[in-house]
């Protein structure tokens, strides 16, 4: 019986991972987002002769950095729970990193 134990839990894993990848994969897409933002505002601002402002370059950086972190966040809340659970907690980490990435999106052109 000892033998058959390791494997049920890996087999209880499976459906915790798969929801960790395919949400993974959305938070990835808000990431590469934002590099899209860097690197295309820092090439008009180039182009324009301009620079960003340092309060710009931190809202641009924060907005990488959020993905990340809120994806780390609902793995760390959701890792205990239920896979209902876990759904939700990747979901509402996905509504509040789009809801800040606008809002820090709108405030680059007060910075």
């Known amino acids: ?3 058959s134990t390791p ?3 890996r087999y209880r894993q499976w459906p915790a991972l ?3 990848i395919l949400f993974g994969l959305f938070y990835a897409y ?3 987002e934002a590099v899209g ?3 295309t505002l820092a090439g008009v ?3 324009l002769g301009i620079a960003l402002t340092g309060a710009a370059w931190a809202i641009l950086v924060v907005s990488v950095v959020l993905p990340i972190a809120i994806f780390v966040v609902a793995i760390l809340l959701g890792r205990s729970r239920g896979y209902l659970a876990q759904a ?3 979901v509402c980490g996905l509504a509040v990193s789009a809801a800040t990435y606008l809002s ?3 405030a680059i052109s007060f910075a």
């Open 88 to 90: 939700l907690f990747y």
């Open 37 to 39: 933002n860097i690197l």
């Open 1 to 3: 019986m000892t033998d």
């Open 45 to 47: 601002a180039s182009q």
């Open 30 to 32: 808000d990431l590469w």
């Open 104 to 106: 820090l999106v709108s």
């Open 7 to 9: 494997a049920r839990e």
């Open 18 to 20: 798969a929801l960790g």
